[in-house]
């Protein structure tokens, strides 16, 4: 029996110098979302506001609930506490039940004795993050990270203490469900369901451990069920826990996006009256640790994938439906995997759950980023606690396939300057080479570890070794132009990006007042604007005005990514993955994300979306590469063609083509097809079947591009409009965007290139009344080659 206790919660500040008591509170959530409901705070995500609420991170705050509780008959009674952040104790009637140092975890502890019948009361205090982590800190000695906060002293969400895309709001609060357990006899202490597939995947097999907790010497009776069939197995006096087997015939196979379906399959556990369900999935995972390759059900698979960070700062807002949309809008966007952050947090059941259904392959890293880290008591007791907690409640999801130790730790300690300041110190290497593999090795050997990311494969080799491994390149965006992406030759690619500003509509909700609308306190990289304009480099004007920085910089970042992921995916099979950083912001920002804060898709999204495409055309090294990720062969007639931009034809050949599935055909491009008589004023398109690209033989500002001249129309549709786009002239990286007149409108594509007599057509979802001239000029419409009024 379980009585939540999410009821009746009031918040109050422990520093006599803030008077702000009994102040109704959420539970779950923190104080910073009770602060903001009650109208004490301003929004921390609008303009400056998040610089004056530092304090909340340095002062201790309690919550306090008053619940009546009846006796249920039951022997024992346990307070479960999901996830309380972070530095907390907990009293129950005035009796002290313990302490907790770790948001990443969950807690149980035996209450049965302290309840009363009626009224009780149960308060839980937290002591200031800041003061743990600085006296941890002081305590232990220096050690390396990229920012002065502490956020490496503290088991807590790292990016809480800011980071380059991020603010900092250091929050506490009991952040996960809590209530209270009453059971007898027996209980269900963890499940961890391990799958596997025979060789020739005719059979599934699955291994079904569960913990059980008792109270006597009597004989537990545990029992699973699976697709139809039942087995049981008893507990006998003096054990904890029971391993059931399940096969299951011809098993139909979960795949991830693009490589097959979905099927997934309840799993019920049962101990005496209490019940265990999950849906697993029949699939087998390996990485080739050299390659770096997935395979899957034994079949190799290209990784499409985005890294993705915590959808706002405040857990408690991240709501499925939230988490839906963003599913939604990584898998329209192509990908097939997800890589879950160190400097993040572990993501609640309903993201696991919607990868699963959807088939995003889930890479987990363990809450470890950027920094080194003490390897000593208590943080050494609290990271394996972690660490089994959370290995074991995963497991059953068949989209997680790596558990990775961490994020840039291992590169930092080799070329960070670490080593001095460290003096001898631990860093987290006996975290990531000792206590977790081990852990992951008894609890769920069915799937890879990783030590982290990047990473060679051997401690003895640089981690940023590209013939090995994985790799993360931040020299492009922090020092060297996009066009250096091709010069990497990696096995796979972890993390890369590059910068764009929100949209506009989240840009203006969240800075109205800055005249430019760029927002310095919502630019977090050191230099980040410098770079923003540095970047264009000689792709692309540099802007006259907001409009222009707006819309270039927008389209910058997306002419970056399609660099290097139509550089990569032409690697294949030598390179088997891209993981950009990054789909997803917590707030409004200019950041990597393809996906801005206020959940709105720039430019980049659209982008990402042609370059994620199964079928790919792309003009990368003086070849034309064929990308084929199906199953199918894909065959016809390649056009090549010259063209001058007032599209004429200059030069004119076809080959016949047949791609096989899961492959790459390069030809290299030589001859009058790439011989221009007037660089600056055509292209080459290449075309097999609705797939075209097109490359430029030189860049914007040194191409004659024509004035742009179209027709423009727009008409009502069901659920707006639709903006149909002629062009007289060659119209470059044509964009519409409609959020500029309704926030809440939302477009179906954007940067398409049309030739002359070639016509578009956008379609804008829209709830208002918008005049059609405004959907058909400047600032809404844009192209490079626009004529400005």
Same mark, same amino acid.
């Given at each position: 029996?379980?009585?939540?206790?999410?009821?009746?919660?009031?918040?109050?500040?422990?520093?006599?110098?803030?008077?702000?008591?009994?102040?109704?509170?959420?539970?779950?959530?923190?104080?910073?979302?009770?602060?903001?409901?009650?109208? !004490?705070?301003?929004?921390?995500?609008?303009?400056?506001?998040?610089?004056?609420?530092?304090?909340?991170?340095?002062?201790?705050?309690?919550?306090?609930?008053?619940?009546?509780?009846?006796?249920?008959?039951?022997?024992?009674?346990?307070?479960?506490?999901?996830?309380?952040?972070?530095?907390?104790?907990?009293?129950?009637?005035?009796?002290?039940?313990?302490?907790?140092?770790?948001?990443?975890?969950?807690?149980?502890? $035996?209450?049965?004795?302290?309840?009363?019948?009626?009224?009780?009361? !149960?308060?839980?205090?937290?002591?200031?993050?800041?003061?743990?982590?600085?006296?941890?800190?002081?305590?232990?000695?220096?050690?390396?990270?990229? /920012?002065?906060?502490?956020?490496?002293?503290?088991?807590?969400?790292?990016?809480?203490?800011?980071?380059?895309?991020?603010?900092?709001?250091?929050?506490?609060?009991?952040?996960?469900?809590?209530?209270?357990?009453?059971?007898?006899?027996?209980?269900?202490?963890?499940?961890?369901?391990?799958?596997?597939?025979?060789?020739?995947?005719?059979?599934?097999?699955?291994?079904?451990?569960?913990?059980?907790?008792?109270?006597?010497?009597?004989?537990?009776?545990?029992?699973?069920?699976?697709?139809?069939?039942?087995? *049981?197995?008893?507990?006998?006096?003096?054990?904890?826990?029971?391993?059931?087997?399940?096969?299951?015939?011809?098993?139909?196979?979960?795949?991830?996006?693009?490589?097959?379906?979905?099927?997934?399959?309840?799993?019920?556990?049962?101990?005496?009256?209490?019940?265990?369900?999950?849906?697993?999935?029949?699939?087998?995972?390996?990485? &080739? +640790?050299?390659?770096?390759?997935?395979?899957?059900?034994?079949?190799?698979?290209?990784?499409?994938?985005?890294?993705?960070?915590?959808?706002?700062?405040?857990?408690?807002?991240?709501?499925?439906?939230?988490?839906?949309?963003?599913?939604?809008?990584?898998?329209?966007?192509?990908?097939?995997?997800?890589?879950?952050?160190?400097?993040?947090?572990?993501?609640?059941?309903?993201?696991?759950?919607?990868?699963?259904?959807?088939?995003?392959?889930?890479?987990?890293?363990?809450?470890?980023?950027?920094?080194?880290?003490?390897?000593?008591?208590?943080?050494?007791?609290?990271?394996?606690?972690?660490?089994?907690?959370?290995?074991?409640?995963?497991?059953?999801?068949?989209?997680? =396939?790596?558990? %990775?130790?961490?994020?840039?730790?291992?590169?930092?300690?080799?070329?960070?300057?670490?080593?001095?300041?460290?003096?001898?110190? *631990?860093?987290?290497?006996?975290?990531?080479?000792?206590?977790?593999?081990?852990?992951?090795?008894?609890?769920?050997?069915?799937?890879?570890?990783?030590?982290?990311?990047?990473?060679?494969? *051997?401690? &003895?080799?640089?981690?940023?070794?590209?013939?090995?491994?994985?790799?993360?390149?931040?020299?492009?965006?922090?020092?060297?132009?996009?066009?250096?992406?091709?010069?990497?030759?990696?096995?796979?690619?972890?993390?890369?990006?590059?910068?764009?500003?929100?949209?506009?509509?989240?840009?203006?909700?969240?800075?109205?007042?800055?005249?430019?609308?760029?927002?310095?306190?919502?630019?977090?990289?050191?230099?980040?604007?410098?770079?923003?304009?540095?970047?264009?480099?000689?792709?692309?004007?540099?802007?006259?005005?907001?409009?222009?920085?707006?819309?270039?910089?927008?389209?910058?970042?997306?002419?970056?990514?399609?660099?290097?992921?139509?550089?990569?995916?032409?690697?294949?099979?030598? %390179?088997?993955?891209?993981?950009?950083?990054?789909?997803?912001?917590?707030?409004?920002?200019? *950041?990597?994300?393809?996906?801005?804060?206020?959940?709105?898709?720039?430019?980049?999204? /659209?982008?990402?979306?042609?370059?994620?495409? +199964?079928? #790919?055309?792309?003009?990368?090294?003086?070849?034309?590469?064929?990308?084929?990720?199906? &199953?199918?062969?894909?065959?016809?007639?390649?056009?090549?063609?010259?063209?001058?931009?007032?599209?004429?034809?200059?030069?004119?050949?076809?080959?016949?083509?047949?791609?096989?599935?899961?492959? =790459?055909?390069?030809?290299?491009?030589?001859?009058?097809?790439?011989?221009?008589?007037?660089?600056?004023?055509?292209?080459?398109?290449?075309?097999?079947?609705?797939?075209?690209?097109?490359?430029?033989?030189?860049?914007?500002?040194?191409?004659?591009?024509?004035?742009?001249?179209?027709?423009?129309?727009?008409?009502?549709?069901?659920?707006? #409009?639709?903006?149909?786009?002629?062009?007289?002239?060659?119209?470059?990286?044509?964009?519409?965007? $409609?959020?500029?007149?309704?926030?809440?409108?939302?477009?179906?594509?954007?940067?398409?290139?049309?030739?002359?007599?070639?016509?578009?057509?956008?379609?804008?979802?829209?709830?208002?009344?918008?005049?059609?001239?405004? !959907?058909?000029?400047?600032?809404?419409?844009?192209?490079?080659?626009?004529?400005?009024?």
């Amino acid at each position: 029996m379980y009585q939540a206790l999410h009821a009746g919660w009031t918040l109050r500040c422990e520093d006599s110098a803030r008077d702000i008591r009994e102040l109704p509170a959420s539970v779950p959530g923190c104080v910073h979302t009770d602060l903001l409901r009650a109208g !004490l705070i301003d929004d921390p995500y609008f303009a400056e506001n998040e610089a004056g609420l530092n304090w909340i991170g340095r002062v201790p705050w309690s919550y306090e609930t008053r619940f009546t509780w009846q006796p249920t008959g039951e022997t024992h009674t346990d307070l479960v506490c999901e996830g309380l952040d972070t530095v907390a104790t907990l009293t129950l009637n005035g009796t002290v039940l313990g302490s907790t140092a770790n948001m990443h975890r969950g807690y149980r502890w $035996p209450v049965a004795e302290l309840l009363r019948a009626g009224t009780n009361t !149960l308060h839980v205090r937290f002591d200031s993050p800041y003061e743990y982590a600085e006296t941890h800190r002081a305590a232990m000695g220096f050690r390396p990270g990229p /920012y002065a906060e502490p956020f490496n002293y503290i088991r807590k969400t790292a990016c809480n203490f800011g980071w380059d895309w991020g603010p900092t709001l250091v929050t506490s609060g009991i952040w996960q469900p809590i209530g209270l357990h009453s059971w007898s006899d027996a209980r269900i202490a963890g499940v961890r369901p391990l799958v596997t597939l025979s060789d020739d995947h005719a059979t599934g097999h699955v291994e079904v451990h569960v913990g059980v907790e008792r109270t006597g010497d009597a004989p537990v009776r545990v029992t699973a069920e699976l697709a139809g069939k039942e087995a *049981s197995v008893t507990v006998a006096d003096g054990e904890d826990s029971a391993v059931i087997s399940l096969d299951v015939a011809d098993p139909a196979l979960w795949w991830p996006r693009g490589y097959g379906e979905q099927p997934l399959h309840p799993l019920t556990v049962r101990v005496g009256d209490e019940r265990w369900t999950r849906e697993i999935g029949f699939r087998s995972v390996e990485v &080739d +640790p050299e390659a770096f390759r997935f395979v899957i059900n034994g079949k190799p698979v290209f990784v499409k994938g985005f890294n993705w960070i915590p959808d706002d700062c405040f857990a408690d807002r991240v709501t499925e439906e939230r988490l839906a949309e963003r599913f939604d809008q990584a898998a329209t966007a192509g990908a097939n995997l997800l890589r879950v952050w160190g400097g993040g947090r572990y993501e609640s059941e309903e993201f696991y759950h919607l990868a699963d259904r959807l088939g995003l392959l889930v890479w987990q890293d363990f809450t470890f980023a950027c920094a080194a880290y003490p390897e000593e008591e208590p943080f050494r007791s609290e990271v394996e606690a972690e660490a089994r907690h959370q290995v074991t409640r995963l497991s059953s999801h068949p989209s997680l =396939v790596l558990w %990775c130790g961490n994020n840039e730790n291992i590169e930092g300690e080799q070329d960070w300057d670490w080593r001095e300041p460290l003096a001898g110190r *631990s860093w987290g290497a006996g975290f990531y080479y000792d206590l977790l593999p081990k852990i992951v090795a008894e609890l769920d050997p069915s799937r890879p570890y990783w030590p982290g990311s990047p990473y060679s494969g *051997s401690p &003895d080799v640089r981690a940023q070794e590209p013939s090995r491994g994985t790799v993360h390149i931040w020299d492009v965006w922090n020092r060297r132009d996009y066009a250096h992406y091709s010069s990497y030759t990696p096995r796979f690619v972890a993390e890369f990006g590059f910068q764009g500003p929100p949209t506009y509509a989240t840009l203006r909700r969240s800075c109205p007042d800055d005249p430019l609308g760029i927002g310095a306190g919502h630019q977090k990289a050191e230099g980040g604007d410098r770079k923003l304009l540095a970047g264009l480099g000689a792709h692309l004007p540099q802007p006259r005005d907001f409009d222009d920085w707006h819309y270039l910089t927008q389209l910058n970042q997306a002419r970056a990514l399609t660099h290097g992921i139509q550089h990569f995916r032409a690697l294949m099979p030598y %390179c088997m993955g891209t993981i950009v950083w990054q789909l997803n912001d917590c707030w409004p920002v200019s *950041s990597w994300a393809a996906v801005d804060g206020d959940g709105r898709r720039k430019p980049l999204w /659209y982008a990402m979306r042609r370059l994620y495409a +199964p079928r #790919l055309l792309a003009f990368t090294g003086g070849e034309l590469a064929l990308v084929n990720d199906t &199953d199918t062969s894909w065959s016809g007639e390649l056009v090549l063609q010259r063209l001058g931009f007032d599209n004429l034809l200059l030069h004119r050949s076809g080959i016949g083509v047949d791609v096989a599935p899961r492959s =790459v055909r390069r030809i290299d491009l030589t001859g009058e097809l790439m011989e221009a008589g007037t660089p600056a004023r055509e292209l080459v398109s290449a075309q097999l079947g609705e797939e075209r690209a097109l490359h430029f033989f030189t860049e914007d500002p040194a191409s004659e591009l024509p004035p742009a001249r179209f027709t423009a129309t727009a008409r009502p549709s069901a659920d707006g #409009l639709e903006v149909r786009v002629t062009a007289h002239t060659i119209l470059r990286e044509l964009a519409l965007f $409609p959020d500029r007149l309704d926030p809440q409108a939302t477009v179906d594509d954007q940067l398409v290139t049309l030739l002359p007599g070639e016509s578009v057509t956008f379609r804008v979802s829209t709830a208002r009344d918008l005049r059609p001239h405004d !959907l058909t000029t400047f600032p809404v419409l844009r192209c490079v080659n626009e004529v400005r009024p």
